[in-house]
């Protein structure tokens, strides 16, 4: 018999897939790594679980104790999962920019949701930071993970993501590219990489123009999940041997050909990460064998990136669809 206990017991272990057909006129091998196989649909999972974990041991987090951390998405996610598992009560704290689908995800697995003014400075009481902050000083048996400077972000990644890909590829991969937003991603899985392989694994980051881990000020991009204006202690710049910036507009074109052509409906971060990763791909030989990571998956954002009309309200074109009904029936 081969039966879970608990939902959160099936996080990690996801799998690897050949990209065939964005990879045309690449003879390098690329994997994507597809995150959106956890159970609470992203790479978030596998933090959420350690951080959790480690607050336990650690004596931070105690029976009836409750969860407090300004997260919108995939991290709320994947820690309301395991909050629900071991009885802790979730409180999330939210701009007022985020939008219903996702504030209705935390609150059916039962997080109670705060909701604060985006166009407030971060210092004004009401502030994203300011609430959160307050909340966990204030709420008995508070735990706030902090997933910026929480070092076990970055060590779940070391532990899991970096052996499954060492492990399913038989040591073969030669390359990494991942998307930085906390950083914890690159951090953990890349340090993995760098040390089993005795530094022969190259490390590759991907983040939007305009952001800091690519030389940027911070400057305002849509892609999310990716990039920072300020730096995060989980992420560990000496890792990645390049960072490479990707522009909105190749992100979102290369999310789009990840959905018709390779049949991954994923984020803009994937597509952000799978351009850099094709960039790379593009200077090796057949021997090499690039591993890209797709954080999340694509449901999140219908009606963004897969939305013509949103795409357009921002100058870029929606991609050329080649046959449409229009065209059988004219
Ligand atoms: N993509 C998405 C959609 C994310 O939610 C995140 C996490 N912020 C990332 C990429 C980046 O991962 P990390 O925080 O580990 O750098």
Same mark, same amino acid.
């Not at 649909?41 to 959420?48: E, L, Q, T, V």
């Not at 999330?92 to 939008?99: M, Y």
């Given at each position: 018999?081969?039966?879970?206990?608990? /939902?959160?017991?099936?996080?990690?272990? %996801?799998?690897?897939?050949?990209?065939?057909?964005?990879?045309?006129?690449?003879?390098?091998?690329?994997?994507?790594?597809?995150?959106?196989?956890?159970?609470?649909?992203?790479?978030?999972?596998?933090?959420?679980?350690?951080?959790?974990?480690?607050?336990?041991?650690?004596?931070?987090?105690?029976?009836?104790?409750? /969860?407090?951390?300004?997260?919108?998405?995939?991290?709320?996610?994947?820690?309301?999962?395991?909050?629900?598992?071991?009885?802790?009560?979730?409180?999330?704290?939210?701009?007022?920019?985020?939008?219903?689908?996702?504030?209705? &995800?935390?609150?059916?697995?039962?997080?109670?949701?705060?909701?604060?003014? %985006?166009?407030?400075?971060?210092?004004?009481?009401?502030?994203?930071?300011?609430?959160?902050?307050?909340?966990?000083?204030?709420?008995?048996?508070?735990?706030?993970?902090?997933?910026?400077?929480?070092?076990?972000?970055?060590?779940?990644?070391?532990?899991?993501?970096?052996?499954?890909?060492?492990?399913?590829?038989?040591?073969?991969? !030669?390359?990494?590219?991942?998307?930085?937003?906390?950083?914890?991603?690159?951090?953990?899985?890349?340090?993995?990489?760098?040390?089993?392989?005795?530094?022969?694994?190259? /490390?590759?980051?991907?983040?939007?123009?305009?952001?800091?881990?690519? #030389?940027?000020? #911070?400057?305002?991009?849509?892609?999310?999940?990716?990039?920072?204006?300020?730096?995060?202690?989980?992420?560990?710049?000496?890792?990645?041997?390049? &960072?490479?910036?990707?522009?909105?507009?190749?992100?979102?074109?290369?999310?789009?050909?990840?959905?018709?052509?390779?049949? +991954? +409906?994923?984020?803009?971060?994937?597509?952000?990460?799978?351009?850099?990763?094709?960039?790379?791909?593009?200077?090796?030989?057949?021997?090499? !064998?690039?591993?890209?990571? +797709?954080?999340?998956?694509?449901?999140?954002?219908?009606?963004?990136?897969?939305?013509?009309?949103?795409?357009?309200?921002?100058?870029?074109?929606?991609?050329?669809?080649?046959?449409?009904?229009?065209?059988?029936?004219?």
């Amino acid at each position: 018999m081969r039966i879970a206990n608990h /939902i959160v017991d099936l996080i990690g272990d %996801t799998p690897l897939v050949r990209l065939t057909k964005v990879t045309a006129g690449i003879p390098a091998t690329v994997l994507a790594k597809v995150e959106y196989f956890n159970p609470g649909g992203s790479a978030k999972d596998r933090i959420a679980e350690r951080i959790i974990d480690a607050a336990e041991r650690d004596g931070l987090l105690k029976p009836g104790g409750t /969860i407090v951390e300004p997260t919108s998405g995939n991290t709320g996610v994947g820690l309301a999962l395991v909050a629900q598992q071991r009885g802790y009560r979730c409180v999330f704290v939210l701009p007022d920019k985020v939008g219903e689908d996702k504030r209705a &995800v935390l609150t059916a697995y039962g997080a109670e949701v705060v909701v604060t003014p %985006t166009s407030v400075a971060a210092d004004d009481p009401d502030s994203y930071y300011s609430v959160s902050d307050r909340l966990a000083a204030e709420i008995p048996g508070a735990f706030k993970p902090n997933q910026y400077a929480n070092p076990n972000g970055p060590r779940s990644h070391y532990e899991s993501t970096g052996p499954e890909i060492w492990r399913d590829t038989d040591g073969t991969v !030669t390359h990494f590219v991942a998307g930085i937003g906390t950083g914890g991603t690159i951090t953990g899985t890349g340090r993995y990489l760098k040390e089993i392989s005795d530094g022969r694994v190259r /490390i590759i980051g991907a983040d939007p123009v305009g952001s800091v881990y690519s #030389g940027g000020t #911070g400057r305002p991009y849509l892609v999310e999940g990716v990039g920072e204006d300020i730096w995060p202690p989980a992420y560990d710049p000496s890792v990645p041997d390049e &960072v490479i910036a990707v522009s909105d507009r190749e992100a979102f074109e290369m999310t789009r050909r990840l959905a018709r052509e390779e049949a +991954l +409906l994923v984020g803009g971060s994937s597509g952000m990460a799978v351009v850099a990763a094709l960039r790379v791909a593009a200077t090796l030989g057949p021997d090499d !064998t690039v591993v890209v990571l +797709l954080p999340d998956g694509g449901r999140g954002y219908l009606g963004k990136i897969f939305n013509d009309g949103w795409l357009r309200s921002y100058g870029f074109s929606e991609p050329a669809a080649e046959h449409t009904v229009r065209d059988v029936i004219a």
